[in-house]
């Protein structure tokens, strides 16, 4: 509306009438209020989408159960040149308009005596019930065989799934004295409360004491 109001000033002075158009301006100011309106309600609409969060939880008792340590596997050096990162949030998209995301990995103390993997998928929605239809949108690949748990680095979006703030957290539960090996570069994908601490774990074996993760052998 204001680039056609400078093209009609520009008319109107070229063509010698110095006084403007009443039709125009009563039009004009209609089409400027209700432009106003519609992004108004475009962007209610929007934020409409993100009011409610709920997320669902699955447990699983790994396969089989290493006597000591269990070893985790993550492809880090995964190519990404293709995705194009959304600022600070860990998420992606590729060339095929496809959402990937960063999981979080937290290791935590098992309640029993095995190793568990807690999967907990979060989104938001409308309604508690789309925000469960986006969260279970979410496709993460795992494979645990012997002594070794095989994480992908990223968790991608089902296709005609839009982006609903989804993230997923990994917890990885080790039993008491048991022990854990992680591979290099996990650390980016650590949770808070690791990365509060401090803790360089990459590349490193753990052991779950009564206080938390100790270096293996201590």
């Known amino acids: ?11 109107r002075i070229a063509a010698g009438r110095k006084q403007p158009y009443p039709w125009f301006t009563i039009s004009s100011s209609i089409l400027w209020a209700a432009g106003w309106i519609l992004m108004f309600i475009g962007i209610a609409a929007v934020f409409s989408h993100f009011s ?31 995705l194009i990162e959304l600022d600070s949030l ?56 012997d002594s070794t748990l095989a994480l992908d680095p ?30 290099e570069g996990v650390d980016h994908v650590l949770c808070h409360a690791l990365h509060h601490k401090g803790q360089h774990l990459g590349g490193d074996i753990w052991t779950m004491k009564p206080e938390g993760l100790m270096p293996y052998g201590k």
Not at 90 to 111: A, K, M, T, V
Not at 160 to 179: A, F, I
Request: proline fraction near 5%.
């Open 1 to 11: 509306i204001p680039i056609l109001a400078i093209v009609v000033r520009f008319g």
């Open 52 to 82: 409610v969060s709920d997320f669902t939880r699955n447990d699983v008792k790994l396969n089989t159960q290493p006597n000591k340590i269990l070893y985790v596997k993550m492809d880090n050096k995964r190519v990404v040149e293709d």
């Open 90 to 145: 860990n998420i992606y998209i590729s060339e095929d308009n496809e959402f990937r995301g960063n999981p979080s990995l937290c290791i935590e103390q098992s309640p029993d005596s095995n190793y568990h993997l807690v999967l907990t998928k979060i989104a938001h929605g409308v309604s508690k019930a789309e925000a469960d239809e986006f969260a279970e949108a979410i496709d993460y690949n795992y494979a645990s065989h």
């Open 154 to 183: 990223y968790f991608n979006l089902e296709l005609n799934h839009g982006w609903r703030k989804q993230k997923l957290d990994l917890t990885l539960e080790v039993p008491l004295n048991r022990s854990v090996a992680l591979p």
